[in-house]
T-cell receptor, first 114, second 114 residues
Framework: AQSVTQPDIHITVSEGASLELRCNYS??????LFWYVQSPGQGLQLLLK??????LVQGIKGFEAEFKRSQSSFNLRKPSVHWSDAAEYFC????????????FGTGTLLAVQP | GAGVSQSPSNKVTEKGKDVELRCDPI?????LYWYRQSLGQGLEFLIY????????KSGLPSDRFSAERTGGSVSTLTIQRTQQEDSAVYLC????????????FGQGTRLTVV
């Protein structure tokens, strides 16, 4: 069965520092992979997605992620974090098939120090 | 509409009462999903609609939960005889086509059962 693991529950970084959020997935075929961000009291906003092709994908707000099949990973990165990036980040894999429902990781809560 | 709209944004109900949660998907989106976000369980899939039919109800936690969709548009999630463990944020998402690879989320309904 498909699954997603986000090993870091909570991360704190200083404003201006670089960021990497980890995501590992379990999926039999080439996965559809997503990163979503959720600010307090808000729904989920799509940051970026990977379906095929170039393994380095660019998203909104200066985020990027790299798909590494050999490591079953899809880590999210940003070179310089802004205070407004403080939020919860979810990695997800599409289940495939006609439904293609999302299977989410448990999320990583990002705090940004001034 | 411009985005996925959910109502109410907050709902407090007494244990044992029935509640209805509404989702207005993006106009023209044929696929609609309900997810639940709770502290103990994270983000979990509930049900998927393709048009007005629900080919995947595998995530509904009990027979107290039901959902319908009419006119290929608005969906209602109904919880009967609410229990305290039903307290969660209920998120709706829609995508353009069935099995579509990108889902857009509403801001959710926060349900509190007291």
């Amino acid at each position: 069965a498909q699954s997603v693991t986000q090993p870091d529950i909570h991360i704190t970084v200083s404003e201006g520092a670089s960021l990497e959020l980890r995501c590992n997935y379990s999926y039999g075929a080439t996965p559809y992979l997503f990163w979503y961000v959720q600010s307090p009291g808000q729904g989920l906003q799509l940051l970026l997605k990977y379906f095929s092709g170039d393994t380095l994908v660019q998203g909104i707000k200066g985020f990027e992620a790299e798909f590494k099949r050999s490591q079953s990973s899809f880590n999210l990165r940003k070179p310089s974090v802004h205070w407004s990036d403080a939020a919860e980040y979810f990695c997800a894999v599409g289940s495939g098939g006609a439904t293609n429902k999302l299977i989410f990781g448990t999320g990583t809560l990002l705090a940004v120090q001034p | 509409g411009a985005g996925v709209s959910q109502s109410p944004s907050n709902k407090v109900t007494e244990k044992g009462k029935d509640v209805e949660l509404r989702c207005d998907p993006i106009s023209g989106h044929t696929a609609l999903y309900w997810y639940r976000q709770s502290l103990g369980q994270g983000l979990e899939f509930l049900i998927y609609f393709q048009g007005n039919s629900a080919p995947d109800k595998s995530g509904l936690p009990s027979d107290r939960f039901s959902a319908e969709r009419t006119g290929g548009s608005v969906s209602t999630l109904t919880i009967q005889r609410t229990q305290q463990e039903d307290s969660a944020v209920y998120l709706c998402a829609s995508s353009l086509v069935p099995g579509g690879t990108e889902a857009f989320f509403g801001q959710g309904t926060r349900l509190t059962v007291v």
